[in-house]
């Protein structure tokens, strides 16, 4: 394993090594001290374990690579994420997992707000609670949230699912509560179980997705124009 | 952008390191502004005494003439300490009214930065290594204090457009954000006899929450009132004489983080502000919430 110590390191060495290694290698990065950008743009099937707390835009556009940040993330994490898996123990701050292609996000404790925005096929599991706006103009994936949702949650969402244990403050336009079906509860299962998340009773979660009454326009607006 | 720190002091270790540890944070966020810097700290207060910072453009020629001047008022007593450009003028309470009006009248140029019986406060064009080394504010010690790196965007790079911004006696406000009715909100003030000094967006907000609070208003009170009058995009760290308080507007775009162990309360725009802090693995670390009013007195 390459251990990679910002204390040493630039953070474009770093970075560098990272997308330049080859596939199935490991690296711990050491020292991140809520450094920004790290882990970002790697287009391989390496391990990564960041040991502390990182800040902007950790592993951004990341594809295929797994990594786990073992403290919180700052705004934007994993940003226009298209494949691989992201594991943060601690907390993650605004829009992490924006528009998201693929992949998945766990956090273990909370994530702050608009988390999810336009995502577009990622799957984001958060244990604890996340903030207002989140799920904003969700396209594609699944939002999974243990703990409660803040307002406007999936505010004029298209696609996506968004499954909540726990209260939600107010749902956003067009977002409305659906119905678990049989398919849904298969679906939130895998997605859990993808994840290694298995404490959990599948019955406490609701699934909220877009009513699509903006999908078209509504000719009795037309007069406004 | 801006960067914005501050640090609480819950212990005497703390306390006698405060503007060592602010100064590590506040050079932490250099690259979230590098226009001007500037910090407010609360030190030992002086029973019966209250203190008046000052800043000149000529400090070379004006403090001499100031020292002179305050010495051959035979009707005040006040002693002045310099540091670089500001100067601390450390006077009788009962007199401040008097010495301000003197001061005022006899130095036109002067620019009067804040008065209170526990806060100084010192700001500069230049980065926030700059400014800490021209002050020494590394050595300085206090309860708590407050800090600002500025990226200025609507109005010019000047020593008064720097933060903290005094917002009354004891009182200041540092932002991140930017305003978007500062321009309406600045006339209806200036009605309503409020003066100011800049263009500055962030200097209609500390004047607003003098306002509301000369009107009657508590902090927590005035706090909120911004929550409805004011337009726009901020995170707010109001320094007064017990402690800090801290408001993000309900969109909360701008960054925030606090920090709580049992030695401070802490708070940065980043965690990067916050990781030179004793025990900092230890703390109690969060983002505050949109729209919410948080605040540690002594």
């Known amino acids: 394993m390459g251990i990679l110590d910002i204390n040493k390191l630039s953070l474009r060495e770093i970075n560098n090594t990272l997308q330049g290694s080859d596939d199935n290698s490991s690296f711990s990065i050491k020292n991140p001290k809520g450094a920004h950008a790290l882990a970002v743009g790697i287009n391989k099937n390496i391990n990564v374990k960041v040991l502390g707390s990182v800040g902007y835009y950790c592993a951004g556009m990341n594809k295929f690579s797994d990594i786990k940040i073992e403290g919180s993330a700052g705004p934007g994490l994993g940003e226009n994420m298209m494949s691989g898996n992201i594991h943060v123990t601690g907390d993650v701050s605004q829009y992490a997992g924006a528009s998201g292609h693929g992949g998945s996000i766990l956090v273990e404790g909370n994530a702050s707000s608009r988390c999810g925005i336009s995502m577009k096929g990622i799957d984001i599991i958060i244990k604890g609670n996340v903030g207002h706006m989140s799920a904003f103009m969700a396209q594609k994936g699944n939002l999974v949230i243990f703990g409660n949702a803040g307002h406007a949650l999936g505010d004029s969402i298209y696609e996506a699912n968004i499954y909540v244990a726990g209260e939600v403050a107010s749902l956003g336009t067009d977002c409305i509560e659906k119905k678990m079906t049989k398919k849904h509860r298969s679906n939130l299962e895998n997605i859990l179980s993808n994840a290694d998340v298995s404490d959990y009773y599948l019955d406490n979660f609701k699934r909220f997705g877009s009513a699509r009454s903006l999908y078209n326009f509504n000719v009795d607006n037309a007069k406004i124009y | ?298």
Request: aromatic residues 8%; contains cysteine; glycine residues 8%.
């Open chain 2, 1 to 298: 952008m801006c960067g914005i720190v501050g640090l609480f002091a819950k212990s005497p270790q703390v306390e006698r390191d405060l503007g060592l540890h602010l100064s590590k944070m506040l050079v932490s966020m250099s690259d979230r502004g590098p226009d001007s810097a500037g910090i407010a700290i609360y030190a030992k207060p002086i029973a019966m005494k209250t203190k008046i910072t000052v800043q000149s453009q000529s400090p070379e020629v004006e403090f001499p003439k100031l020292k002179k001047f305050i010495s051959t008022k035979k009707e005040v007593s006040c002693s002045l300490d310099t540091n670089s450009s500001h100067a601390v003028i450390t006077l009788d309470v009962k007199q401040k009214k008097l010495v301000t009006e003197l001061i005022s009248d006899a130095f036109p140029n002067l620019r009067i930065l804040s008065v209170g019986k526990k806060m100084e406060i010192y700001k500069e064009v230049g980065k926030p290594n700059d400014v800490i080394e021209r002050f020494e504010i590394d050595k300085m010690k206090g309860s708590h204090g407050i800090g600002h790196t500025r990226m200025a965007t609507e109005s010019a790079v000047t020593t008064l457009g720097a933060h903290p911004f005094s917002t009354g006696e004891d009182q200041c406000l540092v932002h991140n954000g930017s305003l978007s009715n500062h321009n309406s909100l600045r006339r209806e003030l200036i009605r309503k006899d409020m003066t100011f000094e800049t263009e500055n967006d962030s200097e209609v907000a500390a004047s607003f929450i003098t306002y509301r609070m000369n009107g009657g208003q508590t902090l927590k009170e005035a706090l909120e009132s911004s929550l409805v009058e004011l337009d726009g995009f901020f995170t707010f760290l109001v320094g007064t004489e017990n402690g800090f308080g801290v408001l993000r507007d309900p969109i909360a775009c701008k960054p925030a983080v606090l920090a709580e162990t049992s030695d401070y309360v802490a708070f940065g725009s980043e965690y990067r502000a916050l990781t030179s802090l004793p025990y900092i693995e230890r703390a109690k670390i969060w983002e505050p919430e949109p729209a919410t009013v948080y605040f540690w007195g002594h």
